[in-house]
């Protein structure tokens, strides 16, 4: 019966709760930086971590990011950065993208700073090794991209008593009203994280045979939304 109640609570709150609900505390965090505040705090901040100022620029950067070598660029909105932007800074093959594309998949779903998509969704990511990409890309006008969702603090602790809870051969009433609450608010905290917290990868074409991946790390928070139109 608990079970059924739970289900059916979960189902009740992903259609009924409203956007505007959803907690603005937790940002989505670049190298545990969070993806905020002005561009020349955020310049300062990657540079802190290694990165350095291309040479007669202003506000890209470049170095290293998970063993290759890149390129950073800042998005902002009235001047809140919303964006940071990663891209390889040199191109590979057709044959190489597409085993860094699968590879970088397969990391995304291993960490446990992200939500877990179903294998459904995952296996719709991945690329074939039989596929031609640049036929896909050229005239079907494909985009190869994948996206992931960090998980908030919150939403962390909320799932670690759930689990402990979950965990006990029988809970008591309060333990069990307990249980209903956590569901609710880790239902709520996770569609927090998925319409702001997102994390997508893409394959760019920068020629012929020549690409290179590109990941966004986005705190939809700050993004436009037509506020000024």
């Known amino acids: 019966m608990l079970k059924i109640l739970i289900k059916t609570l979960q189902i009740f709150i992903m259609i009924s709760l409203p956007l505007t609900s959803y907690s603005q505390n937790d940002k989505t965090h670049f190298l545990d930086i969070p993806v905020d505040g002005f561009k020349s705090e955020m310049i300062q901040k990657l540079k802190a971590k290694g990165y350095t100022l291309i040479p007669n620029s202003k506000d890209i950067l470049e170095g290293e990011f998970n063993g290759t070598n890149v390129i950073l660029s800042i998005n902002t909105n009235n001047n809140k950065v919303w964006r940071i932007i990663v891209g390889e800074a040199n191109e590979t093959d057709e044959t190489n993208i ?116 590109v990941i966004f790390y986005e705190n939809k928070h700050n993004k436009a939304n037509g506020e000024g139109l």
């Open 98 to 213: 597409k085993i860094k594309f699968n590879n970088l998949i397969k990391q995304f779903t291993d960490n446990q700073r992200y939500l877990k998509e179903a294998d459904t969704t995952i296996a719709k990511f991945i690329i074939p090794k039989d596929e031609d990409i640049s036929y896909e890309i050229l005239t079907k006008e494909k985009r190869y991209e994948a996206i992931f969702y960090q998980k908030t603090l919150k939403y962390d602790s909320l799932l670690k008593e759930k689990e402990l809870l979950l965990a006990k051969e029988k809970l008591n009433d309060k333990e069990k009203q307990r249980l209903l609450d956590l569901i609710s608010e880790s239902v709520t905290e996770s569609i927090n994280c998925i319409y702001n917290n997102p994390v997508w990868f893409m394959i760019q074409q920068k020629g012929y045979d020549k690409y290179r991946i």
